[in-house]
């Protein structure tokens, strides 16, 4: 017999109560951007748009195919996660981050891009609005009121009677995405070098390096340079190959097999305490390595397990093998910073 009791998180409910708060700011500085005598556009061409536009409107329309999906199937947790997860996490989180330069800098190549980012800006808040109505009717209702209309057009009463948003398929772009997923792996290894130094350094602007093993992620990167170094509060950015040589005095962390991320410190390194969770890391690598082979030379594997899941383990294999190589490398890169202070002493 199934019980009739909701198993409610009270915290959970002043979290979002709080997160109104956010959202509330998040348009308000959005307004801000789009100033009092914006026009919306009558048409969107992602092609044209910076980076940052054509990310936000492609996984956009990733969160209003989950809601309405979701929303059909009558899975109301899995559309309201949906919608805060698009809206906390990659509009408030990263979008809204990335397009800062355009508006504080003089550069004489941000007018342009500015155009579209008000353009995209706009596009978001009318669809996020929309698509977050029927969880948080009230705000967006408040907020919705507050955006800018088109020309020659009148503007509905209210967001209620609005259409919800659909899927604009043009707007998809898995490319882009696969491209951002890269430099917000790189911005998350950064921000977690910067995590681990003293309280009263933290917020300081750093000069950061990225070293490349492959020829695709090093062009990635550099066409990203300003989105990561916006991202990370860093004061430079350099992509280096592996013969440029490992920069010295940085912290550093292994990102993936293709890449890895250095942090300039203002002090010494702590080359010691820097290798120790290098160790670490490499064991938990060198343990799953060796579960999956052991799991893989066991007798019937061949038989039993289907195609697509040997094809997933064996690439497993290999990323956890190139992972294991690219720790090797900086734990080398370490071993020889210790090994020249040791002597300059």
């Known amino acids: ?7 409610l998180d009270i915290q959970r409910v002043v979290g979002y109560r709080q997160w109104c708060n956010k959202l509330w700011n998040a348009v308000r500085f959005a ?3 789009l100033g009092d005598d914006y026009t919306p556009p009558t048409n969107i061409v992602p092609d044209v748009m910076p980076f940052s536009c054509r990310w936000i409107l492609s996984v956009l329309n990733k969160a209003i195919s989950k809601t309405v999906s979701s929303l059909d199937s009558y899975e109301f947790s899995d559309a309201a996660t949906a919608v805060y997860s698009w809206w906390q996490f990659q509009l408030c989180d990263v979008f809204i981050e990335a397009i800062k330069p355009y508006f504080a800098s003089d550069d004489p190549k941000f007018p342009s891009v500015r155009g579209y980012a008000q353009d995209t800006l706009w596009v978001c808040l009318d669809n996020g609005l929309r698509l977050l109505h029927p969880f948080m009717p009230f705000v967006t209702e408040e907020l919705w009121q507050r955006l800018p209309s088109f020309r020659d057009c009148t503007k509905k009463e209210s967001i209620m009677i609005c259409n919800y948003p659909s899927v604009v398929e043009c707007w998809t772009n898995d490319r882009i995405e696969y491209e951002m997923d890269m430099v917000e792996s790189l911005v998350k290894s950064l921000r977690s070098l910067r995590s681990l ?3 009263k350094e933290r917020h300081e602007r750093r000069a950061a390096f990225v ?8 062009e990635i990167l550099k066409s990203h340079e300003l989105e990561i170094s916006t991202l990370a509060s860093l004061s430079s950015l350099k992509v280096l190959r592996e013969n440029d040589g490992a920069p010295v005095g940085c912290a550093v962390s292994v990102v993936n097999e293709s890449l890895s991320a250095y942090l300039k410190l203002r002090g010494t390194l702590n080359a010691e305490a820097e290798r120790e969770k290098l160790k670490k890391k490499m064991e938990e690598l060198q343990k799953q390595r060796d579960n999956l082979t052991k799991m893989m030379a066991a007798s019937g594997y061949q038989e039993k397990v289907p195609p697509h899941i040997h094809d997933e383990n064996v690439a497993k294999l290999s990323t956890l093998m190139q992972e294991i190589l690219s720790f090797e490398e900086v734990s080398q890169h370490l071993e020889r910073e210790i090994a020249e202070a040791s002597a300059n002493h």
């Open 197 to 199: 130094m003293p309280a």
């Open 1 to 7: 017999m199934e019980s009739d009791k909701i198993n």
């Open 211 to 218: 070293l490349c093993r492959t020829d695709e992620v090093e």
């Open 31 to 33: 307004m801000s951007k």
